[in-house]
């Protein structure tokens, strides 16, 4: 108890930077917006104690991140002494309170509320069952002297049971953990990703391909299917990218309806062959028009490029490329405002990334603890590598203790 | 695939290089010179995808078949050239094109058995025909098309198209740019 309570001020720090994230956490659920009403009465269906708790505890927890450090040690605590912190006794003699102030801030946090009980309810015995070496370490030294703790409490939880958890505290250390499970996933992923796409590469493609009534079931027309079927969804594809090709697809769409018999059929050498074989050829002919357009298309495209070479050849007798007078005209001119917005960064991308990622590394090496860092980990997850990641949050950790 | 925008930067960056190669090149014609920058453009395009699809990695083969285009590969492609040149990926294309062979022949077996007097099946194989010679054209279009099977031909011109445009944007700009410079030189003259 007394080392505890005489490192309770350097403490102080990694508590109000989860406070610092808290408060973000807060403002993100605020802002979403709540589809269902029925936040407040999933509220009214918790227990009472924990009702009032969070009615309570939630604003002065959101307003005052000062004094919640002391509070948060001590309920961390208590939730790992009492293994089920959430099932108390329902038949506590308690009445709900028909205050309008009350119910009003019920209101304002009925968000927070009902992300409290989705939450808790099912990772609160995940949270017990892997300990942070953290928690670990300060349940035993704290484990006797949890009482006295508690009791420091401040007056407004008279009603309650003097050692119920506040679910804001202890869902802020699941967070909290939680977010570094995921650093720790999406960096994983992500190195890993490059792995996994090669191996996908080299495996060979498992089609799925089921025959419809009456249609060939051996391999080689389940083959041949699935790759009329890839083939028709490019052709679709580049029916859109091509200009034209709607009138050559409505033709085809004729088809369409009696696909894929025709040519199995054939394969098979069945019977069905005279009664199907004339609408593929519509569809056929229809696929000779797309083919047509996109041949066109495509030559046309060819052409303007020897066109424009061919212009560029004569507007520039002598090809001086002078490049800082041409993208200064480029960009000073409004012709493509695109092309001018992009010349300009062409120029020094890579200066730029490598600087901002020093930047980033420097001030990640030197405050380790610094309250910033945490936010801005936030938004650039990318350069975050697990092991970073973990080193400085347990040097954070380790300073605090 | 990356967003349209940056491919258009890729390949102005390369484009710009190999425009200084012509800029080396002296002694020519206009249509010499409409050649070398069309060739250098088209080499830009292909290299800006990063050899990733087939028709680029055809166009730079085919370009640096003669001399002159090998020196615009070279410059443009840099320390790419060789690596580009190692790897390719035609195991499953030849698995591809056996079925389509095998099914190929299992089809014209039917149809041997089943065509004589039918003028419907007849049809049937002149729209086939249609159709093959259509994906000729195509193939004969595409850079690098005579060695694509159906799907990838289609993938191929897709991408083909989309970097086309891509290209042709840029030109027209850089086009645009150079002729309103040379606007107010002579108006500074």
């Excluded at chain 1, 993100?28 to 708790?53: I, R, Y």
């Excluded at chain 1, 991140?65 to 089920?84: G, I, L, M, W, Y």
């Excluded at chain 1, 968000?111 to 609160?124: L, Y």
């Excluded at chain 1, 769409?253 to 009664?275: C, M, N, P, T, V």
């Amino acid at each position: 108890m007394e080392p505890r309570s005489s490192t309770i001020g350097p403490s102080l720090d990694p508590n109000a930077l989860d406070s610092f994230q808290f408060n973000e956490e807060i403002q993100q659920l605020m802002t979403v917006p709540q589809e269902n009403a029925s936040s407040f009465t999933a509220l009214l269906e918790l227990p009472a104690p924990q009702a009032m708790e969070l009615l309570h505890h939630s604003p002065e927890s959101k307003d005052s991140a000062a004094p919640a450090p002391a509070h948060s040690n001590s309920h961390t605590v208590t939730v790992d002494a009492h293994h089920t912190p959430y099932h108390f006794p329902v038949g506590a003699n308690l009445t709900f309170p028909s205050n309008i102030a009350l119910i009003e801030r019920a209101a304002r946090f009925s968000v927070f509320a009902e992300n409290i009980n989705n939450t808790t309810t099912d990772k609160n015995n995940h949270n017990n069952n892997n300990h942070s070496p953290e928690t670990t370490e300060s349940l035993p030294s704290n484990s006797s002297g949890n009482l006295g703790k508690v009791k420091n409490e401040p007056a407004e939880s008279d009603s309650n049971k003097p050692n119920s958890p506040p679910p804001a505290e202890n869902k802020r250390s699941v967070k909290r953990k939680e977010r570094e499970k995921k650093v720790k996933v999406t960096t994983k992923k992500s190195k890993s990703g490059a792995n996994e796409s090669s191996e996908d590469a080299e495996k060979l493609p498992y089609v799925h391909v089921r025959a419809r009534r009456g249609q060939a079931t051996d391999s080689h027309s389940l083959a041949e299917r699935a790759r009329r079927e890839k083939i028709n969804a490019r052709m679709k594809l580049l029916q859109e990218l091509v200009p034209g090709c709607n009138k050559a697809a409505g033709l085809k769409r004729l088809g369409d309806k009696y696909s894929g018999l025709a040519l199995d059929q054939i394969a098979f050498g069945s019977h069905f062959i005279e009664i199907e074989i004339l609408m593929p050829i519509k569809k056929i002919s229809g696929t000779a028009l797309v083919l047509d357009e996109i041949i066109n298309h495509v030559q046309s495209l060819q052409r303007q490029v020897e066109f424009l070479s061919m212009r560029l050849a004569a507007v520039n007798p002598r090809i001086d490329v002078n490049l800082d007078s041409t993208l200064a005209v480029e960009s000073g001119s409004l012709m493509d405002s695109n092309l001018s917005n992009m010349v300009m960064p062409l120029m020094w991308p890579e200066v730029q990334v490598n600087a901002s990622r020093q930047q980033y590394q420097q001030q990640w090496h030197l405050d380790a603890h610094h309250q910033p860092v945490w936010g801005r980990e936030e938004e650039s997850h990318n350069f975050v590598t697990p092991e970073n990641s973990l080193l400085s949050y347990d040097s954070s950790a380790n300073s605090g203790r | 695939m990356r967003s349209p925008s940056s491919l258009k930067q890729e390949f102005l960056k390369k484009w710009i290089l190999g425009l200084q190669v012509c800029n080396s090149l002296k002694n020519m014609n206009v249509f010499e010179r409409k050649k070398a920058i069309k060739l250098s453009a088209d080499v830009a395009m292909a290299s800006s995808r990063n050899g990733k699809t087939c028709w680029s990695r055809a166009l730079i083969a085919n370009a640096s078949r003669n001399d002159n285009g090998k020196e615009f590969v070279e410059k443009i492609l840099g320390s790419d050239y060789e690596r580009q040149n190692k790897n390719s990926t035609m195991s499953r294309r030849t698995r591809c094109r056996k079925i389509l062979k095998r099914s190929c022949t299992t089809i014209r077996k039917a149809m041997k058995r089943s065509t004589p007097s039918r003028p419907k099946v007849l049809a049937f194989s002149v729209a086939k025909k249609m159709i093959k010679k259509r994906t000729q054209l195509l193939k004969s279009v595409v850079p690098g098309g005579e060695f694509m099977d159906e799907v990838s031909l289609i993938e191929e011109t897709l991408d083909y198209i989309i970097s086309l445009r891509a290209q042709i944007d840029v030109m027209k700009s850089f086009a645009n740019a150079t002729e309103i410079e040379n606007r107010k030189k002579d108006q500074q003259w």
